[in-house]
């Protein structure tokens, strides 16, 4: 599996989707994720291990979010490797000198 297979894949499947359709559908997936852990936590169960639904709507939300990545010229994992540069950058300095969180602009420019 990669990157380049799942955005194929959804060409072919749902050839008419839009970024709204996605942006929905890992929403959906999102909440199918809430419902498991909420599920597993009202259980009692508090193994630190995912769950089998668990597991699941993380990999569809992530098929989804490589699809939308894929379909939108970019990749999941470059906009995550941005991103998480940014993040780490940020948060190592914001916590070393106890500053809050700034307002800021969107960091993960297009590559």
């Known amino acids: 599996m990669n990157e380049e297979e799942i955005t194929a894949w959804s060409l072919r499947h749902f050839p008419t989707a839009t970024a709204t359709d ?3 559908k890992a929403t959906e ?12 936590h009202i259980a ?3 193994v630190p291990l ?5 597991r699941d709507a993380i990999g569809d939300i992530a098929i989804v979010l490589i699809a939308l990545c894929g379909r939108h010229g ?3 994992a470059g906009v ?12 190592a300095a ?5 500053l809050p969180l700034p307002d800021e ?7």
Not at 50 to 54: A, F, G, I, K, T
Not at 81 to 86: G, N, S
Not at 94 to 98: D, E
């Open 22 to 24: 996605f942006v929905l």
């Open 29 to 40: 997936e999102l909440g199918e994720l809430a419902r498991a852990h909420y599920r597993r």
């Open 44 to 46: 009692g169960d508090r």
């Open 50 to 54: 995912l769950s089998v639904r668990e």
């Open 74 to 76: 970019t990749s999941l």
């Open 80 to 91: 995550t490797e941005r991103t998480w540069e940014h993040v780490r950058q940020r948060d």
């Open 94 to 98: 914001r916590i070393q000198n106890r």
């Open 105 to 111: 602009q969107p960091y993960c420019q297009p590559a």
